[in-house]
C-alpha cells in the first residue's frame, strides 16, 4: 500500500490524534494526489485540531495537480462553507481550464452567504480571465458591494476583461 | 539614526508603564503614542491577552542579574548565517554568551503552532533552544483555541534559566481558522512600551492578517541610550502576495510616521515572498532587507519566504550581521525531524544596542 494511500485511510480513523497527524504527514509529502488533495479539502469540515492542520497544509500547497480539478468542483457543493472556500481557492490556482469551473464557481458566488467565499470566488474568477460575458454580468453586481474587499475584485475583474 | 525629527521621549518607557500601572486604563488615552496612521491602514491599540508583568521592571540592577543568567546558560550560538553583502551561506563564530554590545533579533513562523505541537516534547526543546539564541523572537502561525500555549512553552523556555515573557496578538484570519502573533523577548535584555501594542486596522480590508505592533527598546544601563525601535510582524496570505505585499509599503510608510520621536521601524515575518517579489514595498527609498541572494528560509530550502526589513538610512543601528538558522545541522535532526519543528527556518539579525545619535 502506497504512503498516500495509507494516509488516506488514517484520515478516517475515529481517534483524533490519528486524523491529526495525518494530514501533518501529508503537509510533508513534497506531492499530493488528486484524491489526497480533495481528502485535505474535506478534512476543514472536521474537528478544530484537524481543520487547523489541513488549512496550514492548503495554505502552503501552492498549485494543487491539474487532475484534481473535478474533484475539486464536487466539493464545491459540500455543505460546509470551509470546505467550499478551500475548493474555491484551490481552483482559482489553477486558473481557467475549462467552463465547468468558471461556471461551478459563478454558482458559488450567486449561492453563498459568507462573505469570506464570495471573495475566494470572485478573486478565482480573476484568474480565469477572460471570462464569458455571463459571469461578467453577475460580477457586476458585486462592484457596488459595501464589502470592501468584494467590491475591489469584483472592480478589478470587470476592469481586466474589458481590456 | 538621529534625526531632526526623532528625539526619544523624555518619558521613558519604564516611567510609561510605571504610570499605567499606577493609574490604570484611565491613562490610556494620555498614553495613547499618536496611533492613527496615514495611508489606507491605521493602526488601533488592543489589549494583549497576556500583559507580561516583568515588562514593568524597572532597576538597572536587575538587568544585570539577569544578564548573568543568560550569560552562563551555556547556549552555542553557532547558526548558519550569512553574509549580508554577498547573500552566501557561511558558518557563524561560535559564541557562549550574548554580547552586551547587541541585540540580536529574529523572526519564526512557527508552523501551526498549537496543541499537537506544544504536546511534543522533542520538539518543544528544540523550539526553545531556538529561542533562547535570540533576545527577540517574532512569531508567526500560532493556532490555538487554549491561552496556555504561550505560557507553558515560556516556561519550558526558562528552564534553562532565562527571564524570557512574551507578547501575544489577538486571533485574526478571514474565517474561523485563525492565527497569532507573538512576540517572545528576553525580558533581561529587552523592555516593551505598554502603551504601543497594537494591531494595525486595515479598513479596506487589504490584508489576510494584519500586522502586529510593539515598540521596543533595548535595555542599557541608562535607559536613554538603548535603541528603540517598532517591530511590525506579519505573515501574508500566499494567493494575495502581491496586493498585501503592496500594502505593506503603507503600512511601513505609516509606522515610520506613528511617533514624531521614532523613525526605526522593522517590518518581519513570513512574506511568502522572495525580494524579487517586493514590489513598492520593496521600491521605498534606502528599504533593506537581509535575505537576499540565493539564500533560502525555509526547511526544504527552496524558498526565501521569510524576511527581516528596515530603511537603511534610519536604522543605522543594524550591524550587518544576519543569518538563516539551518536547524537540521544545528540541532543533527533528519529533514522529516526538521519539518515536525517548522517548515520555516528562523532568519535573525543583529543591531547596536545603543541608538544612534
Excluded at chain 2, 12 to 32: S, T
Excluded at chain 2, 87 to 110: E, M
Excluded at chain 2, 255 to 284: C, H, P, S, W, Y
Amino acid at each position: 500500500m502506497s504512503q498516500q494511500s495509507e494516509l488516506r485511510i488514517m484520515l478516517k480513523d475515529p481517534q483524533l490524534d490519528v486524523r491529526v497527524e495525518a494530514v501533518r504527514a501529508i503537509g510533508r509529502l513534497e506531492t499530493l494526489t488528486p484524491d489526497l488533495v480533495g481528502e485535505v479539502v474535506l478534512a476543514c469540515a472536521g474537528q478544530p485540531e484537524v481543520r487547523e492542520e489541513a488549512f496550514a497544509v492548503l495554505e502552503d500547497l501552492g498549485l494543487p495537480p491539474a487532475e484534481s480539478a473535478p474533484c475539486l468542483i464536487n466539493l464545491l457543493l459540500h455543505e460546509d462553507s470551509l470546505v467550499i472556500y478551500w475548493a474555491v481557492t484551490l481552483l482559482g490556482r489553477l486558473g481557467k481550464k475549462t467552463h465547468e469551473i468558471e461556471r461551478s464557481i459563478v454558482n458559488v458566488l450567486k449561492c453563498s452567504s459568507e462573505a469570506s467565499v464570495q471573495e475566494r470566488a470572485l478573486w478565482a474568477l480573476g484568474k480565469m480571465q477572460p471570462v464569458r460575458i455571463s459571469t461578467r454580468k453577475i460580477v457586476e453586481v458585486y462592484a457596488d458591494s459595501v464589502n470592501p474587499r468584494i467590491r475591489r475584485f469584483a472592480s478589478r475583474l470587470l476592469a481586466e476583461s474589458s481590456t | 539614526m538621529a534625526r531632526r525629527r526623532k528625539k526619544k521621549s523624555q518619558i521613558g518607557f519604564l516611567r510609561w508603564g510605571f504610570l499605567a500601572l499606577v493609574l490604570g486604563g484611565g491613562i490610556g488615552v494620555y498614553l495613547n503614542p499618536e496611533l492613527p496612521f496615514i495611508g489606507p491602514l491605521v493602526a488601533r491599540l488592543n489589549v494583549p491577552e497576556v500583559v507580561s508583568p516583568q515588562a514593568l521592571q524597572t532597576e538597572g540592577e536587575k538587568v544585570v542579574e539577569s544578564l548573568s543568567a543568560v550569560i552562563s546558560n551555556g547556549e552555542s550560538d553557532d547558526s548558519t548565517g550569512a553574509n549580508a553583502t554577498r547573500g552566501l551561506v557561511i558558518p557563524q563564530t561560535s559564541t557562549d554568551r550574548k554580547p552586551a554590545d547587541r541585540i540580536r533579533i529574529a523572526t519564526f513562523n512557527i508552523q501551526i503552532f498549537g496543541q499537537s505541537k506544544i504536546g511534543k516534547p522533542d520538539v518543544v526543546e528544540i523550539l526553545a533552544q531556538i529561542v533562547r539564541r535570540y533576545d527577540l523572537v517574532a512569531i508567526q502561525e500560532i493556532r490555538t483555541k487554549k491561552d496556555t500555549l504561550l505560557p507553558t512553552f515560556i516556561n519550558k523556555v526558562n528552564e534553562a534559566g532565562g527571564n524570557y515573557d512574551f507578547l501575544i496578538g489577538p486571533r485574526i484570519g478571514r474565517t474561523i481558522s485563525t492565527e497569532q502573533y507573538a512576540y517572545i523577548y528576553d525580558a533581561s535584555r529587552i523592555e516593551y512600551d505598554p502603551s504601543s501594542i497594537g494591531t494595525m486596522s486595515d479598513p479596506n480590508d487589504l490584508l489576510h492578517r494584519e500586522p502586529y505592533v510593539v515598540r521596543f527598546r533595548a535595555k542599557t544601563p541608562n535607559p536613554e541610550d538603548g535603541f528603540t525601535f517598532w517591530l511590525v510582524n506579519i505573515h501574508t496570505d500566499p494567493d494575495e502576495v502581491p496586493e498585501e505585499i503592496d500594502a505593506l509599503a503603507d503600512a511601513f510608510q505609516a509606522m515610520q510616521t506613528a511617533r514624531a520621536d521614532e523613525d526605526d521601524v522593522i517590518l518581519l515575518g513570513d512574506l511568502n515572498a522572495d525580494e524579487k517579489k517586493f514590489g513598492r514595498l520593496g521600491r521605498i527609498p534606502g528599504m533593506s532587507w537581509v535575505v537576499m541572494g540565493k539564500v533560502m528560509t525555509n526547511t526544504r530550502k527552496n524558498h526565501a519566504y521569510d524576511n527581516i526589513l528596515f530603511e537603511r538610512g534610519a536604522t543605522s543601528e543594524y550591524l550587518g550581521n544576519w543569518g538563516v538558522l539551518d536547524m537540521e545541522t544545528i540541532y543533527g535532526l533528519s529533514r522529516e525531524q526538521t519539518l515536525k519543528v517548522s517548515d520555516h527556518l528562523p532568519v535573525w539579525a543583529d543591531f547596536d544596542v545603543r541608538e544612534s545619535r
